[in-house]
């Protein structure tokens, strides 16, 4: 008998993530099924197109803290940094009056290079992540607010900057179907970070970073730059947010945006990414940004009490993943 | 003496470490040590544990930086500040402590930060699998490249480990005790794997605690002791006995198991019919007080899970446990360890430590009921007072009982985890593979440990996958296969009839 | 006076429009009078604790007088029995202080403007219908008043008019927007929505805005450029304004005095206003909007 | 030489415990001597009355924060919970009139019941430690707020009971020496956590789990029943902060709270306690809750514009910390 054999033992089933990824969705069937049966009023194709556009601020800067989630760190600052970004979109074109482009450029540039920030403090200089982005979160709140002169900057001087979100492409191609635009580039959004994850080296090393940093490092891989990118990266998103909420609102407003980042959090966990790092999914995020999306609506169109609605919230959150730990059989 | 006979040949030297020096607070690792390394030779490393060993090879590896002295790559000054760097200059390296990424797949680990890519960073994952399997294929280990490791044995986990050194095809590979975690015949497979290299002209740097393996695969042997190099010697002319001393710079008493007569002794711990799944198979069997039950078999037999269900650290389909002959329920390790059964870990960094505390909270760490008063205070004086005469009478070396035990060798932070339990003094005890990473004089020490544990009464399960140890310690021998007890043999059997039990499947006898 | 006076102005916020507006009226009256004057105030208006730091880190300072919108009047009792020990005045502004401490109060009545917000809603809607409230806030005092002020009102004068929801977005655009739609999901035969601050009141046009629903009355309070662009457009009907910088300005231009030991008038009203379409041009309500 | 001489080599300087709490009240003077030199108004007495003060509620937090960081986790509940515990004590006091004694008993009661929950919830349900607090702290905010019907409770028909904050023992011993309860409340709940800490087993527990939890387990220690009692513990701390800010503001707020837990948080990774578990100390968290209220107050003082105060706060959590990475040689 040579070695060969033993390795033949009966191995365990891999805990199928094929698997897991249904039984989110099906917290989320179960939500929309609830709702429907409890008020005749959820299910119309406007409210679900109010869902649909709820989740998309949320849904981009959920998949921008996914990334940094996988890694095993935790990004704050995504709230005042979505701002941030907004502002500054807001600087270039309504105070600088430049094209369109340059404000999408902004919002975007600005978010990578304040990931890029909140990186170095991470990668190069330790700090753990919690603290690095919850500096980086009252900074970005107080920058807003320093540009702005706490004043709201208005996009009525750029045609078309609304649309952006308001807009939509795809019923104008399919007209009865008018997913806003907002919820299209959620999904862009969400494309490409799943790409990035699954199929580039960058991805291969968000998981691995969240897996074992140590074993990167002597693995002989730069770790600290990989991390700055990903950081950096997943900044980048979070401007696409800033410049999605810019346009919502046609307005960029200095004050928001605190509170965001653990509503972010909270879809990512409920979509089945672990906080320790290493392990996740941006499907599963984007469902987990829906169920938010979802409770938060359907309570409201059932008029429940506002304090009620807030401890509804508290325990279905817990509730989804205790559900997702009984899958995976942790207990 | 300095100078190897064969130092002087033919043979190109790759590396050469001069008076190399590494301080850590409070510990001198290193003291001017140094090493060479020819191209086409296997170089032992010897040395009891915390000798320094693991030390040297971070600082030819380019995980520490040296305090002192020099390292030559081919005659050249080098310096190593990143692992990068090491790897850029030929030097591959297996640590002791495995550095995998849990969350990736085999294939994965084995390529990390050499990714075959396509076009725009993409990865091509097929060309990862494909490669991965590849090196398995010659290593003449079947292993799916797609698995995640998180879902591996530790001796699985040392198999991608080494197959991961292998895909750097260096021309320096350190090895530090790849074999800790392996059985005999996937040692035999390292080590042809070992020996087609050195015909390859790579120059291996080998560390093992296990002396045998040392005869059969080095050409030289360096020892080192306390930090400082001791000699360098031809291991083919240099008597073992040697070897040792050099090592301890003491002699080490051998005691032969005499092998009690147990009739008259109390029944301690029934195993009826356990099960559970397809990894244990109605498993009985029986462990009187003052008894050592070896437990051998193949990685994977399922000894590990056999120890991890009795002390209910996994649960048990079916089956009854029954301890001093009454049935007992035992659905976490709390109520084992209430109910006088203890369990040494396999896996001492993930189970057995934690290595952020210092090493008396570790060692206090079971038995802190005795050591502290009802309003839960603790004598700190009395845990201070016992951990250091375990420390003592282990050997441990540690500058002092507040030392955070991340600090210590492998071999040490082993000997903190049997101090655990030698100080909670439970009546049954279950050592799953209590010398993993102990060197030769411990591991004597520990052998007469458990000798004199069962001549107190105690009832003792091991589990090794060393035979010789299981022979050595072992007063009856339980032989497992893929989760059955095949067989129970009595101490002193021969090695071949444990090896026929190992491997007898359900339905065949052995091949 | 040959030395400037300090007046610390502790406000309920400062990163709102209406309290940057209340600052700019206090710069204001600083620059007349010639005195320093800081101005700051929390995060949002539960946070009772942070606003006594910050009075007690005024009173450090030793000012000559302070100016103070209580997020909670009683809370804030000790504090300013010892400003009064130290004979430092205090001007309260925005809502009052239940104590006889503050020697004058710059106000709104927020409860009678939310009333004739009621008013203008009943009138708009026709007399009947269905009304939901975007509120800013579940327990601020300018939250409650205007909430009781709308509602009070609504079911006392306007018995046909139903009160079907009130929400609260903590004056976050983007909430109160989200609120607005599931409003009128859950509502499909509302008639008004009142938005209670500038943050609910924008919340409010936008969600309509977004869901493309025509024939809501939407009804504002405060005002800021995306208020009267709306107002102008036509999409919100009008909104109820305070004085902001006449606030700022009054509270600035009392403490002065009573820093130089003037007699100062108890109680200055700073009023309130209704715009809409019809008047939002007039010279008297510019003077009263901010942007 | 034999091994066992080994053992007895020079005793090394302990990785200095000492000199780490020198260089985090290092910091602490050097703020303090900046703002005293920066302003006449700073270091007077009534001002350092007020900074501490200000830290008795936030110092009293982190402590709590600081036993459940240990352990490897840690809690968004903090702030709700808080006031929710205040709440209860108005329950009590005001609403039901009983005596005084029974408010305390009613704050801390909560406080540690709420604390068993949350440790239930990652203890036994095994629920991410952020996950489980994020939705007590949903859970909690709504139930302030059902309780109370969203309107304060004043404190008005207990005499006596602002005193618990705002009296002064100290200086009624010792005239001139006004030291607030509140700040003698603070520094005798840091005394018995830190005794727990250092001297008890349930001490040595919080920072084995923190290190270790599998190992812990497997050392036959009821692991889950320990950290729950940790929780309870922190939890029942949290509520004597409920009883300190209901006696400062003379009512229970029921809206307080959110924000208040990265305040406390950020406290005491300040002080030096590792968010990753396993190390921390009491000193060094009330050192940190003091470097915040020195920042918070003297910033005031020196009448920076808020903007700009929050900006520096943010700068001033990452250099702080920095430092401390600095110190322990980490990068
Ligand atoms: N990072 C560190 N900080 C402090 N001390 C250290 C550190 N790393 C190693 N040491 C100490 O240096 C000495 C040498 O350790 P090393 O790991 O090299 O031993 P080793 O020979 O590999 O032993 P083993 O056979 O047990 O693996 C030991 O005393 C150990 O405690
Ligand atoms: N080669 C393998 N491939 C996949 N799973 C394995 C393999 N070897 C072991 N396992 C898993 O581990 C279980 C039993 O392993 P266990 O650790 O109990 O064995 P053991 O006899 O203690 O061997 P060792 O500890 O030396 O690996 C198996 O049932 C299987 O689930
Ligand atoms: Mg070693
Ligand atoms: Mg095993």
């Known amino acids: ?331 | 003496m300095r100078h190897s006979s064969l130092g002087g040949g033919a043979m190109t030297r790759l590396v050469r470490m001069e008076g190399i020096d590494k301080v850590f607070p409070g510990v001198k690792a290193l003291d001017a040590v140094d090493f060479d390394l020819l191209a086409g030779e296997v170089h032992a490393l010897m040395g009891e544990n915390g000798a320094g060993k693991s030390t040297l090879m971070k600082c030819l590896s380019g995980v520490y930086q040296p305090d002192g002295g020099r390292i030559l790559i081919d005659g050249k000054p080098v310096s190593l500040p990143t692992p990068r760097s090491a790897q850029d200059q030929g030097i591959g390296i297996i640590h002791q402590e495995l550095a995998l990424m849990r969350d990736l797949t085999v294939a994965q680990n084995i390529w990390i930060g050499r990714e075959p890519r396509k076009s725009f960073g993409r990865l091509d994952e097929a060309k990862l699998n494909a490669d991965a399997a590849a090196i398995f294929d010659g290593m003449n280990v079947k292993m799916d490249p797609r698995t995640p490791v998180s879902s591996l044995t530790i001796a699985r986990q040392q198999m991608v480990e080494i197959a991961k050194a292998l895909s750097y095809r260096s021309r320096v590979l350190i090895m530090d005790e790849p074999t800790a975690a392996l059985n005999d015949t996937e040692i035999a497979e390292l080590f042809a794997i070992i020996r087609r290299l050195r015909s390859e002209g790579v120059g291996i740097i080998y560390i093992s605690h296990k002396m045998d393996e040392i005869r059969q695969i080095s050409d030289r042997v360096t020892v080192m002791r306390d930090g400082t190099y001791v000699d360098t010697v031809a291991a083919a002319d240099t008597p073992i006995e040697r070897i040792i001393a050099m090592m301890v710079g003491r002699e080490i008493q051998h005691s032969d198991i005499a092998i009690p007569d147990l009739s008259g002794a109390e029944t301690a711990l029934e195993v009826i019919d356990v099960s559970r799944g397809a990894e244990l198979k109605n498993i009985s069997f029986d462990l009187k007080q003052g008894e050592i039950l070896g437990f051998a078999g193949l990685m994977g037999a399922g000894r590990t899970e056999l120890a991890r269900a009795i002390f209910g650290a996994e649960p048990i389909d079916r089956g009854e446990i029954r301890v001093h002959g009454k049935p007992v329920r035992i659905a976490s390790p709390s109520d084992a360890v209430r109910k006088g059964i203890g369990y040494l870990s396999e896996d001492r960094k993930q189970f057995g430590l934690a290595l952020g505390l210092d090493v008396r909270a570790n060692i206090g760490l079971p038995s802190m009921g005795r050591h502290s008063d009802r309003m839960g205070r603790i004598n700190e004086g009395k845990l201070s007072e016992v951990a250091r005469s375990y420390i003592d009478m282990l050997r441990i070396r540690t500058p002092h009982d507040a030392q955070e035990v991340r600090l210590l060798s492998g071999g040490n932070q082993q000997k903190v985890v049997i101090a655990k339990w030698l100080l909670r003094d439970c009546d049954i005890l279950i050592f799953d593979e209590p010398t993993r990473g102990i060197d030769v004089g411990a591991k004597a020490e520990i052998y007469r440990l458990l000798a004199d544990l069962a001549k107190r009464g105690k009832a003792i399960i091991v589990i090794s996958s060393e035979l010789p140890e299981v022979l050595r310690v072992s007063h009856r021998i339980a032989v497992m296969c893929e989760g059955r007890l095949t067989g129970i043999l009595p101490g002193g059997a021969r090695q071949e009839e444990i090896v026929a039990l190992a491997t007898k499947r359900e339905g065949k006898t052995a091949a | ?291």
Chains 1, 4 share one sequence.
């Open chain 1, 1 to 331: 008998m040579t070695a060969v054999d033993t390795t033949t033992a009966p191995r365990p089933s891999r805990r199928g993530t094929a698997h897991q990824k249904l039984l989110a969705f099906a917290s989320l069937i179960a939500l929309v099924i609830g709702f429907s049966l409890a008020s005749p009023n959820f299910f119309q194709v406007s409210n679900i197109m109010a869902i649909l556009q709820a989740t998309s601020v949320n849904g981009v800067l959920a998949i921008g803290a996914t990334l940094i989630i996988i890694t095993g760190g935790i990004d704050l600052s995504i709230g005042t940094l979505m701002t941030f970004c907004a502002v500054m979109t807001g600087v270039v074109l309504t105070w600088l009056g430049a094209p369109l482009i340059f404000g999408v450029v902004a919002a975007i540039g600005t978010g990578a290079l304040s990931g890029l920030v909140s990186g170095t403090f991470v990668a190069k200089m330790k700090i753990p992540p919690f603290i690095a982005t919850l500096g980086m979160m009252l900074i970005l709140k107080g920058l807003s607010l320093v540009v702005t002169g706490t004043r709201p900057i208005y996009f009525n001087d750029t045609p078309g900057f609304d649309l952006i979100s308001r807009g939509s492409l795809i019923g104008w191609v399919l007209p009865g179907f008018p997913v806003p635009n907002g919820v299209l580039i959620l999904f862009l959004v969400a494309g490409f970070a799943a790409w990035i994850l699954s199929r580039t080296v960058l991805g291969r090393y968000t998981f691995a970073l969240g897996s074992n940093e140590e074993a990167v490092r002597l693995s002989g891989v730069n770790a600290d730059a990989w991390k700055m990118a990903i950081y950096a990266l997943s900044g980048a998103i979070v401007g696409i947010g800033g410049l999605l909420i810019a346009s919502r609102l046609n307005s960029a407003q200095p004050a928001l945006g605190l509170g965001y980042e653990l509503e972010a959090i909270a879809a990512v966990v409920i979509g089945g990414t672990s906080l320790a790092g290493g392990r996740g999914t941006i499907l599963g995020t984007l469902i987990g940004a829906l169920i938010m999306a979802v409770l938060t609506n359907g309570l409201r169109v059932l008029s429940v009490a506002p304090e009620w609605q807030t401890v509804v919230t508290g325990g279905i959150i817990i509730v989804a993943v205790y559900a997702d730990q009984l899958r995976r059989g942790k207990t």
């Open chain 3, 1 to 291: 006076q040959d030395e400037e006076l300090f007046i610390p102005v502790i406000s309920k916020g400062f990163q709102h429009q209406f309290w940057q507006a209340v600052n700019q009226g206090a710069e204001q009256a600083a620059e007349e009078f010639g005195v320093r004057v800081t101005f700051e105030g929390p995060d949002n208006e539960s946070q009772v604790d942070k606003q006594m730091d910050m009075l007690a880190a005024a009173l450090a300072n030793n000012p000559d007088a302070i100016g103070f919108a209580a997020l909670d009047s009683q809370a804030a009792i000790p504090l300013l029995r010892q400003a009064q020990e130290a004979g430092v005045p205090v001007v309260a502004f925005d809502s009052g202080v239940d104590s006889d401490i503050p020697v004058a109060t710059a106000a709104t009545d927020n409860k009678a403007a939310a009333a004739m917000a009621a008013d203008k809603m009943a009138e708009l809607i026709g007399g009947s219908g269905q009304v939901a409230v975007v509120a800013h806030d579940q327990t601020s005092r300018t939250g409650v008043d205007r909430r009781d002020g709308f509602v009070d009102r609504m079911e006392a004068e306007y018995p046909d008019v139903e009160i079907v929801a009130v929400e609260y977005g903590g004056g976050d655009h983007l909430r109160s927007t989200e609120i607005t739609r599931a409003l009128l999901a859950a509502h499909p035969d509302l008639d008004g929505i009142f938005g209670t601050n500038e943050g609910s009141a924008i919340g409010v046009v936008n969600g309509v805005r977004e869901s493309g629903q025509e024939g809501i009355t939407i009804v504002g309070y405060d005002s800021g450029k995306a208020q009267t662009d709306a107002i102008r457009e036509g999409l919100m009907a009008g909104a109820i304004t305070q004085n902001p910088v006449g606030i700022g300005y009054e509270t600035v231009r009392a403490a002065v005095a009573a820093a130089r030991g003037e007699e100062v008038e108890g109680d200055i009203d700073t009023g309130f206003y209704w715009y809409d379409q019809s008047n939002i041009d007039d010279q008297e309500i510019q003077a009263v909007l901010y942007d």
